[in-house]
Nanobody, 126 residues
Framework: QSKLVESGGALVQPGGSLRLSCVAS????????IAWFRQAPGKEREGVSC????????IYAHSVKGRFTISRDDARNTVYLEMSSLKPEDTGIYYC???????????????????WGQGTQVTVSS
């Protein structure tokens, strides 16, 4: 049974940092494209970042570029999202998702992914 489990969410002050982890099991993780999405209350789920199999290429939403870094460790079946200079608008539930194909122009469409984690809450507030 395939599974994605996120962790690392927390309450953090504006300007702070967090590292999210997504651990995969039950499928060929190293062949998969992995993306991070987030969803704030009352808003649609939006793509944050994506990393292709092998670790490259990577892509980021404009709103997080330069502040967030995505990486993967295939030996640990894990993808990370390093977040810095956090802002209140970064608040939301963060999900990781796995899919078979990297789409440079369509990576942020949730329907491109067939496996999802349960999410981890990130709250940026003073």
């Amino acid at each position: 049974q395939s599974k994605l489990v996120e962790s690392g969410g927390a309450l953090v002050q504006p300007g702070g940092s967090l590292r999210l982890s997504c651990v995969a099991s039950g499928f060929r993780f190293y062949l998969s494209v992995i993306a991070w999405f987030r969803q704030a209350p009352g808003k649609e789920r939006e793509g944050v970042s994506c990393i292709s199999s092998g670790g490259s290429p990577t892509i980021y939403a404009h709103s997080v570029k330069g502040r967030f870094t995505i990486s993967r460790d295939d030996a640990r079946n894990t993808v990370y999202l390093e977040m810095s200079s956090l802002k209140p608008e970064d608040t939301g539930i963060y999900y990781c998702a796995a899919g078979p194909t990297y789409y440079e122009n369509y990576w942020s469409i949730p329907g491109r992914y067939d496996r999802w984690g349960q999410g981890t809450q990130v709250t940026v507030s003073s």
